[in-house]
């Protein structure tokens, strides 16, 4: 079965570079979430989407972050402009409906230099 | 509200030797309560979950916890810890109509020969 696919695995770009992360949720799931792990914070929220509409977006940075579920098979996070605050592992999951166990990707490493 | 603390930033065992990784949690309603598994460069993986049927869950790997709602905890145990079993464990809590998944800031197991 095909889990959560997220891309690129890798992203190094400079600063100020718009950044775009791509997100494929298991066929069939309605809820998508985005989250940020670093060291420093670990795990962390950002946005999760319910049958295509975001419902909770209080995780999101500020206004350099945002995404998008145009269809209920695609999401993207973008950072406009990146800044080497932002460097961490990315990772997208979703799940069948909001209170049922996530499936997460394998994550989008990004590094802002 | 609701929160989840592992007790053990690091946990250290031989092979062979069980494994207990600790978990308290606060809800202020009827939590369902998961552990998952990030080895390293990985999304994270669940192991198993609770969602107020029997008390004590197994899951995947040899895994099991158990929930005990006089103590709030929610701790993980294997018998027999293997080599393939280092990895980061984070427990992880939601609760009501859930609406968003509380992390545990991570326990990393190390297995030693």
């Known amino acids: 079965d095909a889990g959560v696919i997220q891309s690129p695995r890798h992203e190094v770009t400079e600063m100020g570079q718009e950044v775009t992360l791509r997100c494929k949720p298991i066929s069939g799931h309605n809820s998508l979430f985005w989250y940020r792990q670093t060291m420093m914070r670990g795990l962390e929220l950002l946005i999760y989407?319910?049958?295509?509409?975001?419902?909770?977006d209080s995780g999101m940075p500020e206004d350099r972050f945002s995404a998008k579920m145009p269809n209920a098979s695609f999401s993207t996070l973008k950072i406009q402009p990146s800044e080497p605050r932002d460097s961490a592992v990315y990772f997208c999951a979703s799940s069948l409906q909001l209170n049922q166990p996530q499936h997460f990707g394998d994550g989008t490493r990004l590094s802002i230099l | 509200a609701q929160s989840v603390t592992q007790l053990d930033s690091h946990v250290s065992v031989s092979e062979g030797t069980p494994v207990l990784l600790r978990c308290n949690y606060s809800?202020?309603?009827?939590?369902?309560l998961f552990w998952y598994v990030q080895h390293p460069n990985k999304g994270l993986q669940l192991l198993l979950k609770y969602t107020s049927a029997a008390t004590l869950v197994k899951g995947i790997n040899g895994f099991e916890a158990e929930f005990k709602k006089s103590e709030t905890s929610f701790h993980l145990t294997k018998p027999s810890a293997h080599m393939s079993d280092a990895a980061e464990y984070f427990c992880v809590v939601s609760a009501g109509n859930f609406n968003k998944f509380y992390f545990g800031s991570g326990t990393k197991l190390n297995v030693k020969p």
């Open positions: 989407f319910n049958n295509n509409v975001p419902i909770d």
């Open positions: 809800s202020s309603y009827s939590p369902s």
